[in-house]
């Protein structure tokens, strides 16, 4: 009898998902006994083969979390070695707990956060953060996540990222069921010690059809957050009218402090102009400068050099608030800035502060 020829090869089914992944959003994934993860540039994600793994390690979640770090980036990394991190010093472990935050939050939109779990060093750091890992949100290794979060809604990353997730949670739930004690499926190995037996169902969606949360306070609410106008509609929403009384989304945000912020007179904003009227003309003419046919305050750097602070603090002094040393005298383009309103929003996602 002639032997068999086979005409298929079996890949396990998040290895396929998670390495075409990768491939539309523009990487070769490599395996090799030489490293556990690397990127030598030129697209390539170089990682262990499976004999060089760890029995908790998924092909599928080292490809994520290589992605996260594309994201946290940008897309100028993708051909850099390493994504330009130094992983020889501790210059860059910031960068590296902002992709571990990412990672947590991508994850936890889809239950897979304990699931999609890192296996490196920095475990030990990823299983601290706190149930929304995104917060608080002056905290800079959050704003670079929160970039990068918003990032994976854009080309290439999207929808690719976002179609590997769901297609993770698909499998991985379905694979739960038969991992709970009472549908064991294997003898010698209990439940509770399968990866899939750490797979969480995912939020569910909130009404206005943002991401729900899972891990919102009873008092976080449309009614407490600060994207809630006073009549009742959600700029997050594009503009949906939301009921005070419903659950906070991922997106809430409480109110806002400018002290604790300071996004407008940022790198958000890059001019602010002077009118005719205004008073710091006269009592503060060292400040202003002509730009054009325009009169403006004169920039520090990427900030308005009216401002003052926002150091972030440390263990021995607490955070600086961000001051105006001509508040009284602002501009009328500063006074009539509105807290909380569609400028403010902006001024906070381009600085990486808000979702």
Not at 37 to 66: K, N, W
Not at 210 to 232: F, M, N, Q, V, Y
Not at 248 to 255: I, L, N
Request: glycine content about 6%; proline content about 8%.
């Amino acid at each position: 009898m002639p032997s068999r020829v086979p005409t298929h090869k079996y890949t396990d089914p998040l290895d396929h998902v998670w390495v075409t992944a990768a491939r539309r959003i523009g990487f070769r994934v490599e395996r090799t006994r030489d490293a556990y993860a690397a990127t030598p540039g030129g697209r390539v994600l170089l990682l262990g083969d499976p004999a060089s793994l760890d029995a908790d390690d998924s092909l599928a979640q080292m490809i994520l979390h290589e992605l996260c770090h594309s994201l946290v980036e940008g897309e100028a990394s993708f051909d850099v070695r390493d994504w330009g991190l130094d992983n020889e010093t501790e210059r860059d472990v910031p960068r590296e707990e902002a992709c571990l935050r990412l990672q947590a939050a991508l994850t936890a939109r889809h239950g897979l956060r304990r699931f999609f779990a890192p296996t490196t060093d920095f475990r030990a750091f990823y299983d601290a953060l706190a149930e929304d890992p995104l917060s608080p949100r002056n905290d800079p290794t959050i704003t670079m996540a929160v970039l990068g979060f918003r990032r994976a809604d854009k080309a290439p990353w999207a929808p690719h990222l976002r179609d590997a997730l769901e297609a993770t949670a698909a499998i991985a739930l379905r694979a739960h069921a038969f991992t709970s004690p009472e549908n064991g499926t294997r003898d010698d190995a209990p439940a509770e010690q399968d990866l899939y037996s750490v797979v969480d169902a995912p939020p569910r969606r909130h009404p206005t059809g943002l991401p729900g949360s899972a891990h919102r306070a009873p008092s976080e609410t449309c009614g407490t957050c600060t994207w809630r106008t006073a009549r009742g509609r959600c700029r997050q929403a594009d503009g949906a009218r939301v009921d005070a009384a419903l659950p906070a989304c991922e997106r809430f945000e409480p109110e806002l402090d400018c002290r604790d912020c300071g996004a407008c007179c940022r790198a958000a904003y890059d001019t602010v102009q002077v009118g005719a009227r205004d008073p710091v003309r006269k009592k503060h003419p060292e400040l202003v400068v002509v730009r054009g046919p325009f009169l403006e305050i004169a920039r520090r750097g990427d900030r308005c050099s009216a401002l003052f602070g926002g150091e972030p603090g440390d263990a021995d002094a607490p955070p600086v608030p961000f001051t105006c040393s001509i508040y009284e005298d602002r501009p009328k383009s500063c006074r009539d800035f509105e807290r909380s309103g569609e400028h403010c929003l902006t001024a906070r996602r381009r600085l990486g502060l808000t979702l």
